[in-house]
């Protein structure tokens, strides 16, 4: 098999969520433990750092991936989902997982996994931590999937875990309050192993404190950490949200010193300040055009997109057009109601099955005090955006990592840089 066709065989002969959904989700480590088992468990080779969160887990994982890399060692990443490219998902100083080895791995072990059925992440995951290890990773960033206490990469034993927020999402899988989705990504507090917790809400800090004292985890909460030790740090990363994520892992450095990670002051800046280039990090408050500006971001439910909402407001511009798809297992309601009524609207859908149809989410929107127009797919909408704007204005595409991924993919046909 190529490339191509091997990518093919795994989204089609395994439940991909990223494409289906619900169906795709497997409950419970089974598998994984199995496929752990199999390679060797593989992920005791490298030391690592576990992130989970409802939003800013991957900005906060890429960065941090970043500060190791500027500090000398060699880092494997691992996140979800991709945009463009699978190997994306995988990578090692920034580089991603090779073709070659995609295929091999699939050739080479489907006669193993095949009969086991695992769902696509869980084969993802077991790829990834087989990969750092054949690579010789000193240390893995490994970004949670979904949730936490049953996600497969819980299976393994970081020297730190790092909580980012907890807002709603996923809902179906991690229950319909803040406790219960806390109480989920709580559980990657290891036993004696420090958690840095991102941002709180009184429903979630008792979880996470019970949940620490339990396991005899120190608990360090980045709201109560004043970040005098790097004052002007200078962030590539330009989101509002992203204050916060600077926040976190600000917290989360001395604990990496203390856990003898080498860490110095200009690792620490550069890393904060070139983590797009040295990652490949791309969607978040991204710039692909100016006259008029064009902004997308992979925010897609009422906590990410309540900061993109208030960074909108603080950009100056002549008329706000807003390029946007969602898929249908998100609050949509929840979203429409924080967007801006005087912006035109471009409803569109993403190439996934997921995607919510692009009339159903006008009549939702309409609803909503929102008024605009419908395009088959998001080249469609984006073009028609930028033939009805004059230079002065500001074209935002997103609500969805798929809206995203789409426009990423067609930024030739766009001109988009």
Not at 39 to 51: D, E, K, L, T, Y
Not at 152 to 169: A, G, Y
Not at 254 to 281: C, M, W
Request: charged share 20%.
């Amino acid at each position: 098999m190529d490339y191509q066709n091997t990518l093919t065989y795994l989204y089609n002969s395994v439940p991909m969520f990223q494409q289906i959904g619900g169906s795709a989700y497997k409950e419970g480590l089974e598998n994984t433990l199995t496929l752990d088992a199999h390679f060797g468990h593989p992920h005791h080779a490298f030391r690592s750092i576990h992130v989970a969160g409802t939003n800013g887990k991957g900005s906060c994982s890429h960065t941090i991936a970043a500060i190791l890399q500027e500090a000398g060692y060699r880092v494997g990443l691992y996140t979800s989902p991709h945009l463009v490219d699978f190997r994306e998902r995988i990578r090692v100083n920034g580089q991603p997982i090779s073709e070659e080895y995609v295929i091999r791995f699939v050739e080479e072990e489907r006669s193993f996994f095949e009969p086991l059925q695992p769902s696509f992440f869980e084969l993802t995951t077991a790829m990834a931590f087989r990969y750092f290890a054949d690579e010789k990773v000193d240390v893995a960033v490994i970004e949670v999937g979904l949730g936490g206490r049953l996600d497969c990469t819980n299976i393994i034993h970081p020297d730190l875990c790092i909580i980012t927020n907890i807002s709603f999402d996923h809902t179906q899988f991690l229950g319909d309050t803040l406790e219960k989705i806390a109480g989920e990504k709580a559980g990657i507090i290891k036993s004696g192993v420090p958690v840095v917790i991102g941002e709180t809400t009184p429903e979630t800090k008792p979880v996470f404190l019970k949940k620490a004292q339990e396991m005899d985890a120190p608990i360090y909460f980045a709201e109560e950490n004043d970040r005098e030790d790097y004052s002007g740090v200078e962030c590539e990363l330009k989101g509002l949200y992203q204050i916060k994520n600077t926040r976190t892992v600000l917290t989360a450095l001395p604990l990496l010193k203390e856990a003898n990670y080498r860490l110095d002051e200009q690792s620490i800046r550069s890393g904060f300040a070139h983590v797009v280039e040295l990652t490949g990090l791309m969607g978040r408050w991204q710039k692909l055009q100016d006259a008029p500006a064009l902004i997308c971001d992979t925010g897609h439910n009422v906590g990410g997109i309540t900061y993109i909402v208030e960074q909108l407001r603080q950009q100056s511009y002549r008329q706000l057009h807003i390029v946007i798809g969602m898929v249908n297992d998100k609050d949509i309601r929840g979203v429409l109601a924080l967007l801006p009524r005087e912006a035109i609207y471009y409803f569109t859908k993403a190439s996934v099955k997921r995607a919510l149809p692009e009339k159903e989410l006008q009549d939702l929107a309409s609803a909503a005090g929102l008024q605009g127009t419908c395009y088959p797919d998001v080249p469609a909408a984006v073009r028609a955006a930028q033939e009805k704007s004059l230079p002065e204005d500001f074209i935002f595409v997103g609500g969805s990592s798929f809206i995203v991924a789409d426009l990423l993919a067609s930024r030739d046909a766009l001109n988009l840089h």
